[in-house]
Structure formats: structure tokens, C-alpha cells
């Protein structure tokens, strides 16, 4: 899970049951792959490899 600035941080653990990984990414807000996609699509190219098959 990608939030911007570490928002919902406490309660995620409460509606997340599987594995995920948090990452915070301050200085961005809600719009995160518009703001920062090179923050973005190197978790998400992870992820996806991670799950290709």
C-alpha cells in the first residue's frame, strides 16, 4: 500500500487481511501517481513481478 505523508497509517492493519507492505511518501498528496510517479512505479513494477504468474 502506497499513502501519501503516512495518512491511515494506524488503522490499516485493522482492514488489511493478507500480506502487504506500507510505504509512506511524504510531500505527496492523494493524486500520488500524478505527483510522483517515480515514487510510485518502482513499488508497483515490484509488486507486479512479484504476482506475474
Do not use: C
Request: aromatic share 12%.
Amino acid at each position: 500500500m502506497v499513502v501519501p505523508g503516512g495518512q491511515y497509517r494506524g488503522a490499516t492493519g485493522e482492514y488489511v487481511d493478507a500480506e502487504y507492505r506500507f510505504e509512506i511518501l511524504d510531500g505527496v498528496s492523494h493524486w500520488v501517481p500524478e505527483e510522483a510517479p517515480d515514487k510510485v512505479i518502482p513499488h508497483l513494477l515490484e509488486h507486479l513481478a512479484r504476482y506475474r504468474n
